[in-house]
C-alpha cells in the first residue's frame, strides 16, 4: 500500500519555502486564500466528545489517555438522543459542521459502533457536515462511517514522522497514514493536521508540512492545533508557542493545500482577538465554536461573535440544501 506521494520533492520545496520573510509569505498566502475561498469567511464546526477518557494509547499531550493522571474521568459512549440533542444546540448558534470525537485507539466492530453509526445517521438527517475522529480505522469501518453519512474523517498526523515516535510510542506513523488511506478511499473527505509547539523543530515543522502535501489526493480540511498544555502529561511544562511560527504554518498550509479549509482548532484561548485576525488574514478559515473542545476549554460563543464583528468577518453560510430547506427553492433553479 502506497502512503505516501512525492515526498522528498515535496520536503525540497516545502524547505525552500519556509523561510521565506513572514510579511512576504503571508502577503502570498492570502493572494491564494482570495483565489479559492471568501476573504473574511469562517467556517464554525462544533466539536463533542462522545466518548471520553481511558483511552489506552500513550499520546504525550493528550489528557484522555489512561496513562496520564489528569482528571479527566472515563466515560461511556453517549447515547443517540444525547449526540442529537447537542448537534440540534450547535446548529441553532450557527454550527454548519459536527464533529464527534472519541478517545479510542481504534474503532472495534460491535454494539458501540453500531450505536455511534445510529448517531451519525440522526446527526447527518440534521443536515450538518458529519466529522468524525474515532481513531484508527479499517477499510470496512471506513466504508460504514460514509455510508451512515459521514462527510470527513479527521485523523491528524500530528507532527513530522520523525518527532511523532518521541510523542507517541502506542502507534506508529504509518497506521495513521493508513487509516487516512482508508478514510479517502471509502468517499469521505480528509480532515488531518498537528499541533504545534510539542517541542518540535523547523525542521519537523517542514516535514509536517510536507507530509501533508504528500497524500495521493490533499486533504479538503488542515487542523491547526496549538498545545494545550494538560497537568499529569510528559508535555506539561511545554512553553507557549509563538504567534509567527503559528502564522508562518497556517501562510504555508495555505499555500501548499491552497483549497483546503485550514482550521484554527485547539490553543485559541491564548491567542488575543488580533493575533486570531492575523491567523484568518494568513489563511484560516474555520474554528471551533463552542465554549469547549473535547475536555478543553474555547473561546466562548459570544466572544467569538464580538470577534468576528470586531473584525469584520463572518460565518460560512449553510449549504444550499440547508438553505432550500428553510427559504424555498431558490428562482433560477
Ligand atoms: N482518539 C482519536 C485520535 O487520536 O485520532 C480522536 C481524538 S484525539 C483527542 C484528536 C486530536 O486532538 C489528536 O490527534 C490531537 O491532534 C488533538 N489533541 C489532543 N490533545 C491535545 C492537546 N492537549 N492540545 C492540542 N491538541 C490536542
Ligand atoms: C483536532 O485537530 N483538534 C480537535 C479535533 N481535531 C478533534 C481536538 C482538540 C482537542 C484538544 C484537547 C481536548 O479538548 O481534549
Ligand atoms: Fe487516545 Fe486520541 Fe488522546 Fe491519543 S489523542 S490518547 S488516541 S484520545
Known amino acids: 500500500m502506497k502512503l505516501e506521494y512525492n515526498f522528498e520533492d515535496n520536503q525540497k520545496k516545502v524547505a525552500a519555502l519556509y523561510p521565506t520573510p513572514l510579511m512576504d509569505l503571508i502577503y502570498e498566502a ?15 464546526s462544533s466539536l463533542l466528545s462522545v466518548k471520553t477518557g481511558g483511552c489506552p494509547e500513550n499520546c504525550s499531550y493528550c489528557p484522555q489517555s489512561a496513562h496520564y493522571q489528569t482528571g479527566v474521568k472515563k466515560e461511556a459512549l453517549m447515547s443517540t438522543e444525547q449526540i442529537l440533542e447537542k448537534a440540534q444546540a450547535a446548529k441553532s448558534k450557527g454550527a454548519t459542521r459536527f ?7 481504534q474503532v472495534r466492530d ?10 451519525v445517521k440522526a446527526v447527518h438527517n440534521l443536515d450538518l457536515e458529519v466529522c468524525c475522529t474515532l481513531g484508527m480505522l479499517n477499510q470496512d469501518q471506513a466504508n460504514r462511517l460514509k455510508e451512515a453519512g459521514v462527510y470527513a474523517y479527521n485523523h491528524n498526523i500530528d507532527t513530522s514522522r520523525k ?38 523543530s523547523d525542521q519537523d515543522r517542514i516535514d509536517f508540512l510536507a507530509q501533508l502535501c504528500s497524500f495521493e489526493k490533499d486533504p479538503e480540511s488542515i487542523t491547526i492545533n496549538t498545545l494545550v498544555p494538560f497537568d499529569g502529561t510528559p508535555l506539561e511544562k511545554s512553553e507557549q508557542i509563538s504567534v509567527s511560527i503559528i502564522l ?8 501548499l493545500i491552497p483549497k483546503a479549509k485550514v482550521r484554527l482548532s485547539a490553543g485559541r484561548l491564548n491567542l488575543s482577538p488580533a493575533e486570531q485576525f492575523m491567523c484568518f488574514f494568513a489563511g484560516g478559515n474555520s474554528i471551533f465554536l463552542g465554549d469547549k473542545l473535547l475536555t478543553s476549554p474555547n473561546p466562548e460563543v459570544e466572544d467569538d461573535m464580538k470577534l468576528l464583528q470586531e473584525f469584520d468577518l463572518s460565518f460560512e453560510k449553510p449549504k444550499l440544501k440547508q438553505k432550500i430547506q428553510k427559504e424555498g427553492i431558490p428562482l433560477g433553479l
Open 163 to 200: 518527532h511523532y515516535s518521541k510523542v507517541i510510542s502506542t502507534r506508529d506513523y504509518d497506521e495513521r497514514l493508513k487509516t487516512i488511506s482508508f478514510a479517502r478511499k471509502s468517499g469521505m473527505t480528509v480532515c488531518t493536521g498537528g499541533i504545534l509547539g510539542m517541542g518540535e
Open 99 to 105: 464533529c464527534m470525537g472519541a478517545a479510542w485507539r
Open 248 to 255: 508562518r504554518v497556517i501562510a504555508m498550509a495555505r499555500i
Open 110 to 119: 460491535g454494539a458501540e459502533f453500531d450505536n455511534l453509526l445510529e448517531s
Open 30 to 44: 492570502h493572494t491564494l486564500h482570495r483565489k479559492f475561498h471568501k476573504a473574511g469567511e469562517v467556517q464554525a
